[in-house]
């Protein structure tokens, strides 16, 4: 029987599969080939197509936070500018009042406006209200005498003979701090110096009426009696304490002409009273202006060898204290050498008070009174317990040292 033959169908290959590969037989002949001289080429990198935009959103974006922060700088001079001339509030009101006293040009327009921002007048107005508050401390500096306050108390804690002008100083060569007065001169021991102080102004504060000096300052000048060549200077400032404050006069030029003594004048207190008791000071003319006062004594002493020596009450361990703000306690009786700066105890008895009576040189004997506190079990002995305790004075004397 024939036999069938059947016809297979073609597959195709797919897409993924590979045709493989007929290897030939190669001759080693073949495989060498002559040399082939090459070149090596270096591809050259493309430049970034986007670093020109980045570089101009850079420049953009600084542009924008210059022109902000000029903005910003500009917003803060006009709140600067404001904040000034609200501070200068009581200035302007000082100036007010100085016009009806001492007929100062007006200031209308300049001082109470801040409306010349833009185009420089703000500046011109600033001026303009310097120029003002200098006229009103120079008026106040002149008038200080119509300064009840300071003029009555200059008058009883400094010499009236030593008042500017003086027989000793009537003004040669003589120039007064900008806006200053010149108030005492005092002549040393030897005669060939001449201590000038002045005052100056330097705040004013408008009162009820007119405006006052809220603030001074001082200036001490040594002078060449003869030629008034300036050989030093000293500059102090008003002192404030909490709620008081006090200026330091010359009193005295020490016994060896190298010390000027100083005594402080107290100021108006503020509310609750003065915090800061007077005392007595040293300055050395030898060191110019680069010092500051040292303490000598509190505001009992008393002097005498032509201010080359002291005797003085301060605080005491041995006795009860008053409640603070009270007075010291004066329960010990020092003396002091100025010159040589030695100190000693003289009296210090226990629950004792002292005062100084009278120091006479001529018998070398110092007159003091002493108060003795004797506490029990109605008032015991604590601080500030003086006023119940049992009193009982007695007077005594000291040879001076």
């Not at 670093?51 to 936070?65: D, E, K, M, Q």
């Not at 001074?216 to 030629?227: I, L, P």
């Not at 680069?290 to 005491?316: M, N, R």
Request: aromatic fraction near 10%; include cysteine.
């Amino acid at each position: 029987m024939p036999r069938k033959i059947s016809a297979k169908k073609v597959v195709k290959p797919s897409m993924t599969t590979k045709p493989t590969p007929i290897l030939m037989p190669v001759l080693e002949e073949t495989l060498i080939m002559p040399p082939v001289a090459t070149k090596t080429v270096v591809p050259t990198p493309k430049k970034p197509q986007y670093r020109t935009g980045v570089l101009w959103s850079l420049f953009a974006f600084f542009l924008a936070a210059g022109i902000f922060a000029m903005a910003c700088m500009v917003y803060q001079t006009k709140v600067n500018l404001g904040f000034v001339m609200e501070e200068n509030g009581e200035l302007r009101e000082a100036v007010r009042l100085m016009q009806m006293r001492a007929n100062l040009p007006s200031a209308s327009g300049t001082v109470t406006t801040v409306s010349g921002l833009s185009d420089g007048s703000l500046s011109a107005a600033l001026k303009s209200a310097q120029d003002l508050q200098n006229q009103v401390l120079q008026q106040l500096s002149a008038d200080w005498k119509n300064d009840a306050e300071l003029s009555n108390a200059v008058g009883v804690i400094l010499d009236e003979k030593y008042l500017f002008p003086n027989e000793f100083d009537i003004g040669e060569k003589n120039f007064p701090p900008t806006n200053g007065f010149h108030y005492y001169s005092l002549q040393s021991n030897k005669g060939d110096k001449i201590l000038r102080a002045y005052l100056t102004c330097t705040e004013a504060i408008a009162g009820t009426d007119a405006p006052v000096c809220g603030k001074w300052e001082e200036e001490f000048r040594v002078y060449d009696a003869k030629t008034y060549a300036l050989e030093s200077f000293l500059v102090l400032q008003e002192v404030h304490g909490a709620n008081s404050g006090y200026l330091s006069m010359p009193l005295a030029w020490s016994k060896n002409d190298q010390l000027i003594i100083l005594k402080d004048l107290m100021l108006s207190p503020g509310a609750g009273g003065g915090s800061a008791t007077p005392a007595y000071w040293t300055v050395d003319i030898s060191k110019g202006s680069e010092q500051k006062p040292v303490f000598l004594a509190t505001d009992s002493a008393l002097f005498y060898d032509a201010f080359s020596k002291v005797i003085y009450l301060d605080q005491g361990d041995k006795s009860v204290r008053y409640i603070q703000p009270g007075p010291r306690n004066n329960s010990k009786i020092i003396y002091k050498n100025i010159l040589g700066g030695q100190t000693k105890v003289l009296h210090e008895d226990p629950d004792t008070e002292y005062k100084l009576e009278v120091l006479n040189e001529d018998d070398g004997v110092l007159t003091y009174t002493a108060t003795k506190f004797t506490f029990d079990d109605e008032c015991q002995r604590a601080d500030g317990n003086q006023d119940c305790a049992e009193k009982a004075t007695t007077r005594g004397e000291i040879t001076l040292p």
